[in-house]
């Protein structure tokens, strides 16, 4: 019994240093609620009022105006967003306490279910190497999940759940445990749907790796793991229990729809993964591949195959490295004994027996030290982060120019909708890329001056097919419009500060 309390404290303090990372970086960054957060608990607001969802969409005067429906595939997360951002005085505190449950749920299930091993006592050098720099790893894996306060980050803790689940059907065909996946996908389908397919592809991908005949080629080797027909099965149970959403069946396009639409927009997060927006994933990638040849073992394709297809995500959208460090994460923590036999054999190489016998001792310590330490700092930078205000939300001045212009048709770029839906305004486009029509996303482009045909005749063409009765510009999008608008005698400026200008005709 001592033992198991034991384990279970240990893997509840693993779980206490990517947690004050991540209060550290909330406490010194203003970059963490960004306009998805604000239509997100606008959704559940109206979810939790009308008890129902709505039909076409009530937040943006356009999208209404087009008869254009949202296809809600993250509803059931919407309406949690919006009932923790009821905690406090404003929403950022729902926000820090979203953002933190998710993080302290995804590190429990990995250093629970894989980690159990870690630190044990008696070791000798060696292996005490390899279990921080697997927790290291780890640990700075979980520091690249965090983000804004999305229904992503709940569904990081499902994509870990379904990992283990499928590594158990692999393992174990005789246990029943893997068909609580449809039970999950149901939940998935829910609470951020559009990323449903990554699990239905794993799936797949470990019905593939069933029918491969077993081999050994080099340093890469598989083995014959449960049947085909198993995930097979699997498979269309989790096609079924993606069904169980409101929309049914029409869910499964809205990844794709997405990707489109924000391809279009040129939205950063959906862009291809490269050096300049993605070090630290081809960084992580060298250092796995270096275990790899420090062990010099071979490595089994099973455990593999998760890490390469969220790596291939990732390579298609930046933002696939969310789901990629989750894979890694559960992938090294896999491979802690053949980075153990590594670490051993340099060590007893380059370290003297005294050397070593003083390290084991002052290794002892760096545990509850560092987990100490890691809780100090959370509880210091917790208020910081608690009392913390984004940056692009608009300021008093600008709420009251625009409740004094009461705009029906405002111009909102495509950042700057979710704003003005937390300000109480309806927008014209917001981040909800897949929501809008391409025309749409297009004008709002040329209005916000990122757009190569941003010239003053297109600018013109916008305004004839929309007929704005306010424009607001976001200074972080671009100068053209702007100036372009004051010179114009038929606009006059309301309001100009730090981050906004709102213009309205002349009567």
């Known amino acids: 019994m001592s033992r198991s309390v034991s384990a279970s404290v240990r893997v509840l303090a693993l779980t206490i240093p990517p947690l004050a990372a991540l209060l550290w970086v909330l406490g010194g960054s203003n970059y963490y609620c960004d306009s998805d957060f604000y239509w997100h608990i606008a959704l559940g607001r109206a979810l939790a009022q009308g008890g129902h969802l709505p039909g076409v969409d009530g937040l943006s005067w356009a999208a209404q105006q087009q008869g254009l429906e949202y296809v809600n595939h993250s509803w059931l997360a919407d309406w949690l967003l919006y009932r923790l951002s009821l905690l406090g005085a404003t929403e950022i505190i729902g926000a820090v306490v979203y953002l933190a449950g998710c993080l302290v749920l995804l590190a429990l299930v990995l250093f629970g279910l894989w980690g159990r091993g870690l630190l044990p006592p008696g070791q000798r050098l060696a292996h005490r190497l390899a279990d921080w720099a697997v927790i290291l790893g780890v640990w700075l894996w979980l520091r690249y999940t965090w983000g804004n306060p999305r229904p992503q980050q709940l569904a990081l803790v499902f994509f870990a759940l379904a990992l283990y689940l499928l590594q158990s059907a692999w393992e174990h065909p005789e246990h029943r445990r893997c068909f609580l996946l449809p039970v999950l996908v149901v939940l998935w389908a829910n609470v951020h749907g559009?990323?449903?397919?990554?699990?239905?592809?794993?799936?797949?991908?470990?019905?593939?790796?069933?029918?491969?005949?077993?081999?050994?080629?080099?340093?890469?080797?598989?083995?014959?793991?449960?049947?085909?027909?198993?995930?097979?099965?699997?498979?269309?149970?989790?096609?079924?229990?993606?069904?169980?959403?409101?929309?049914?069946p029409r869910l499964y396009g809205q990844f794709f729809a997405a990707d489109a639409n924000s391809a279009l927009v040129r939205v950063n997060e959906w862009q291809p993964a490269a050096w300049d927006n993605?070090?630290?994933?081809?960084?992580?990638?060298?250092?796995?591949?270096?275990?790899?040849?420090l062990?010099?073992?071979p490595l089994l394709l099973e455990p593999l195959a998760p890490l390469l297809l969220t790596a291939a995500f990732t390579l298609l959208h930046?933002?696939?490295?969310?789901?990629?460090?989750?894979?890694?994460?559960?992938?090294?923590?896999?491979?802690?004994?053949?980075?153990?036999?590594?670490?051993?054999?340099?060590?007893?190489?380059v370290s003297p027996g005294r050397l070593r016998s003083l390290a084991r001792t002052a290794g002892r310590a760096v545990f509850p030290l560092v987990t100490a330490a890691a809780l100090a700092a959370g509880v210091y930078v917790a208020p910081a982060a608690l009392n913390n205000q984004f940056y692009w939300v608009f300021p008093p001045e600008l709420v009251a120019a625009l409740e004094q212009t009461d705009p029906q048709r405002l111009y909102t770029s495509y950042n700057a909708g979710g704003m003005a839906i937390q300000a109480?305004?309806?927008?014209?486009?917001?981040?909800?890329?897949?929501?809008?029509?391409?025309?749409?996303?297009?004008?709002a482009q040329i209005l916000a001056g990122t757009r190569r045909q941003s010239a003053t005749w297109s600018i013109d063409e916008v305004l004839a097919r929309w007929q704005f009765d306010a424009v607001l510009l976001a200074?972080?999008?671009?100068?053209l419009p702007a100036s372009y608008f004051a010179k114009r005698p038929d606009w006059r400026m309301v309001y100009d500060g730090p981050w906004y200008t709102l213009f309205v005709p002349q009567n």
Not at 195 to 213: C, E, H, M, N, R
Not at 322 to 342: K, N, T
């Open 318 to 349: 930046v933002r696939g490295m969310f789901w990629w460090c989750v894979a890694a994460a559960v992938f090294l923590l896999r491979q802690r004994p053949a980075l153990q036999a590594g670490l051993e054999r340099v060590a007893d190489r």
């Open 278 to 293: 993605a070090p630290a994933f081809f960084l992580a990638m060298g250092l796995l591949l270096l275990i790899w040849l």
């Open 194 to 248: 559009a990323s449903l397919p990554l699990v239905l592809w794993l799936t797949g991908l470990y019905g593939l790796l069933a029918l491969l005949p077993p081999f050994r080629r080099g340093s890469l080797y598989h083995r014959r793991g449960a049947p085909a027909r198993r995930f097979a099965l699997l498979l269309t149970l989790e096609v079924l229990a993606g069904c169980c959403n409101p929309y049914g």
């Open 295 to 297: 062990a010099r073992r």
């Open 475 to 479: 200074k972080y999008d671009a100068e």
């Open 424 to 443: 109480g305004f309806s927008s014209f486009v917001d981040s909800r890329a897949q929501l809008f029509i391409p025309q749409m996303l297009v004008d």
